[in-house]
């Protein structure tokens, strides 16, 4: 074998490396991005097996228990049995040793984004009728009411509590026990077996494009202009859906291979043990006072 | 090779394509008998995985027929329930990619799964998931998930999930590629363990010293998709053959003063004799 002349020289270095300036790249962003997304994946399985009060019940009680919850707070139209569901919700969290910042964070922000600016059209006079709290253009009569304000008030707090309740219920349950529980509570088992390996799968997919984006950052020299990187980006895109597919192909022979059918066979669960039938029951309860707080 | 029991497997002509024309194999012709150590070698695209594919009938010839197990292995005889659930729990395959096989939420539900697709009670099915892995050693990784194994560990759990089944042939893809000599060291032992035990196992590799270590026969398949030759191991020795082949290269190197050449495998550290510089 030969090698060409160019290639036994010394590489050439052209430009100052003293005076250089950092231009950002979409490879950092990227690779930055996909590293966020392993570091909140360690994160949310070190949250659930803390040795909390919510981790020790149960993913069947739980997911009841929430289901129960979720139709409850629907068919609930006051401020106070949702201030207090909310108190008992973040008492659990606390109980279950959550990190209470980021838990305020991925619930407060989201709760914030998505239903104030549904619900600050019902605040007004020309929505909800009723005594001004507010007047916004005197002419025009345009005035924020106090039942509007009451009305968004509650809207807003369900939909805070109901998120909240959800992601604690999230943050406290080791992921494939979350849909072994569904699985268990009669979901369909092909849509639990999708979603299992969806989530199997999103792994190998982001470790695969991470290693792509690395294999390209160690040979970039120069970014090229924006139209080729983004060039560059949409092909990435287009080969991960094509790999994707393959592997999909490639799983299947995987499990035929193994003898399935399209039966999805499941293990059985574990029997509740005492402390879940008493989580089970306190649940119930306080499922039970709120009605009776409903109605 | 003739088969002294009679062979579990016979193909006769053989040919496969992929889609687009691309040929994989041309005209094979071989018998596997029961309790067989075969190796499987070939270059790189020569046609070895899908050959496994072949006998584990999840692709079928394009060409020639495939028998085993006394039937012809088609999409008809794997579409009869019985025959399929008769032929899935007989023989098993690994594949060269550990994420392929492994899609289950947690080691222990990867293990169960086979299992659970026999007539077994789910209980035997937890039971047995559970030997296996007390079997290997791998009970410590029972409840994490496959993204947090190593490579190493991901290849022994893809052999306790097929394992679980209980087959009698094993099908085994580049079982040696990107393991360390101690989990490769391990798997030789479990294969001649499991061969000891009246297994039969079939594995396509291009690492020569495994196949020297473990096969009993070999088929050698060449670039042009056919065998180049097939037999008992001592064919290894043949290295005119391997290089023809592509499994062995031949080159020169110097050492100090001295310039020789001599073929070696790119898969293995080799040794050799140098005459003193003159």
């Known amino acids: ?295 | 090779m003739s088969a002294a029991r009679g062979p579990l497997f016979e193909l006769r002509g053989v040919s496969y394509a992929y889609p687009g024309g691309r040929a994989a194999l041309d005209k094979v012709d071989l018998d596997i008998a029961e309790g067989a150590r075969l190796a499987i070698l070939g270059a790189n695209g020569s046609g070895k995985s899908t050959l496994l594919k072949l006998i584990d009938g999840l692709i079928f010839p394009a060409a020639g027929a495939l028998q085993a197990f006394g039937r012809t292995i088609d999409e008809q005889a794997l579409e009869e329930v019985n025959f399929n659930a008769y032929f899935r729990r007989r023989v098993a395959f690994v594949f060269q990619d550990s994420d392929i096989q492994l899609f289950s939420p947690t080691v222990f539900d990867e293990v169960a799964f086979g299992p659970l697709q026999l007539d077994i009670s789910p209980e035997a099915a937890a039971r047995r998931a559970d030997d296996v892995l007390e079997m290997l050693d791998l009970s410590p990784l029972r409840d994490r998930q496959p993204h947090q194994l190593s490579g190493g560990e991901k290849k022994k759990v893809a052999i306790a999930a097929v394992l679980a089944i209980g087959p009698d042939v094993l099908l085994l893809d580049e079982p040696t590629n990107n393991l360390d000599p101690r989990t490769r060291a391990w798997l030789l032992d479990l294969l001649l363990e499991l061969g000891r035990a009246g297994k039969t196992i079939i594995l396509a590799t291009q690492d020569l010293d495994m196949a020297a270590d473990f096969a009993d026969a070999v088929v050698i398949l060449n670039e042009g998709h056919q065998i180049a030759a097939a037999g008992p191991a001592m064919l290894l020795a043949d290295t005119e053959l391997l290089v023809a082949v592509n499994l062995l290269h031949e080159h020169w190197h110097r050492h100090g003063r001295t310039a020789h050449s001599h073929t070696h495998s790119h898969l293995a550290a080799h040794e050799h004799e140098h005459l003193p510089a003159e």
């Open chain 1, 1 to 295: 074998m030969k090698i060409p002349d160019w290639l036994g020289q010394p590489a050439t270095m052209t430009g100052c490396v003293c005076c250089d300036v950092s231009r950002g790249s979409f490879l950092n962003k990227t690779l930055g991005g996909l590293q966020a997304f392993f570091v909140e994946t360690v994160f949310l399985e070190a949250e659930a097996a803390k040795d909390g009060l919510l981790q020790r019940v149960d993913p069947r009680v739980k997911v009841s228990a929430l289901a129960g919850l979720l139709v409850l707070l629907s068919l609930n139209h006051a401020l106070a049995p949702l201030i207090i569901v909310y108190a008992v919700i973040l008492g659990l969290a606390v109980a279950s040793r959550l990190d209470m910042t980021k838990f305020l964070k991925r619930t407060v922000g989201p709760a914030i984004f998505f239903s104030f600016a549904i619900i600050l059209p019902a605040t007004l006079n020309i929505v909800t009728p009723g005594r001004a709290a507010l007047v916004l253009l005197s002419p025009a009569k345009l005035t924020v009411t106090y039942p509007g304000l009451e009305f968004a008030s509650v809207f807003w707090l369900r939909a805070l509590t109901m998120l909240t309740a959800t992601i604690l219920i999230l943050r406290t349950t080791r992921i494939h026990r979350l849909f072994s529980a569904l699985a268990a509570l009669r979901a369909p088992n092909f849509a639990v077996s999708t979603l299992l390996m969806a989530y199997r799968y999103v792994f190998v997919l982001v470790g695969l494009i991470g290693n792509t984006h690395l294999a390209r950052k160690s040979r970039t020299i120069k970014l090229g202009a924006d139209g080729v990187e983004r060039r560059w980006v949409a092909e990435r895109i287009a080969w991960t859906l094509n790999r994707s597919l393959r592997m999909s192909d490639d799983v299947t022979d995987a499990m035929i291979s193994r003898g399935w059918t399209g039966r999805y066979a499941r293990l059985p669960g574990s029997p509740l043990t005492g402390n879940d039938w008493l989580a089970a029951g306190i649940a119930a309860t306080a499922g039970a006072a709120l009605i009776a707080v409903i109605i």
